[in-house]
């Protein structure tokens, strides 16, 4: 298969072949573990063993929509603020000299569909693509920031802008942290699955309408610059996740101010890493 796709089924870590999906632990005959975490932290031997790995007639077909997040619990989660041009426009903001970071706590995290009790009448939407660690770094630098990167997957950074902003000068990360706030998926795609991994486009739609529309290469700091930038200052570690910013199109800045309802579906997609969905419900 070209690529690797990565998901988690029932709590445990399967490879997935096009419309099927393998148990890993089982078809390595306990080579890795059934868990993910422990996966993602032998990551370029998993790799290394699944490029060889293709589905049996009995392995199950796999249903996007029983899939659980491919990183159940990271030991950290960034948020990059302000990392595309059209989007620090329409807030009104300066382009940033240098990338805007802040925590989205891991409880946050939940899976690629499902439900997200909104937490108040201001919360919004953010479709971001989302790196996944796969190998310890600390100071590395641009050139060889990309081989310490599992893959990708699509994220939504689901932000209360009243908690966001409730204080001078603004604290962020609460607002983005709150249960269900960090919706990850559908599968960790490595970088090899996708035709140029600095130019993705993605997209959000809001119960089938599109609000955001763009693509990877417009961000401001790419890819490899944010992790050399956050591994100057600290250790990343294998299933670590950096949300790299939302492109233009949020509610909490357009004309008239547009915020999530209960009851709307948000429709996440990022092209060659897939789809993911989820209703909104009251807190
Ligand atoms: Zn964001």
Redesign the pocket.
């Given at each position: 298969m070209a690529g690797i796709r990565f998901g988690v089924f029932q709590t445990r870590a399967v490879l997935i072949d096009d419309t099927q999906m393998i148990d890993i632990e089982t078809r390595s005959g306990g080579r890795f573990p059934s868990g993910p975490m422990g996966v993602l932290a032998v990551w370029d031997d998993f790799v290394g063993w699944a490029r060889g790995i293709t589905a049996n007639a009995d392995d199950p077909v796999v249903d996007l929509a029983a899939l659980d997040a491919p990183v159940p619990a990271p030991h950290a989660i960034f948020?990059i603020?302000l990392n595309y041009r059209d989007h620090a426009a329409e807030a009104g903001l300066d382009i940033p000299k240098r990338p805007m970071v802040f925590t989205k706590f891991p409880s946050c995290i939940t899976g690629p569909s499902g439900e997200i009790a909104l937490t108040s009448n201001r919360c919004d939407w953010?479709v971001?693509l989302v790196v996944v660690i796969g190998k310890r770094a600390h100071k590395v630098s641009v050139d060889t920031a990309m081989d310490h990167v599992a893959g990708f997957c699509a994220g939504q950074?689901i932000?209360d802008r009243r908690q966001q902003f409730a204080d001078k000068p603004p604290q962020f990360s609460l607002g983005k942290s709150a249960a269900g706030f960090g919706p990850i998926g559908p599968v960790i795609v490595t970088l090899d699955a996708l035709p140029d991994p600095h130019d993705i486009a993605l997209h959000c739609a809001i119960d089938g309408e599109l609000v955001q529309s763009s693509r990877t290469s417009d961000m401001i700091f790419s890819v490899p610059e944010l992790i050399a930038y956050l591994s100057d200052w600290v250790t990343l570690e294998p299933g670590d996740l950096i949300?790299t910013?939302?492109p233009s199109g949020v509610g909490s800045v357009r004309t008239p101010r547009r915020y999530l309802q209960a009851g709307e579906t948000i429709t996440t997609q990022i092209d060659g890493i897939g789809t993911m969905e989820h209703t909104c419900t009251e807190a």
């Open positions: 948020g603020g953010e971001e950074d932000s949300f910013g939302t």
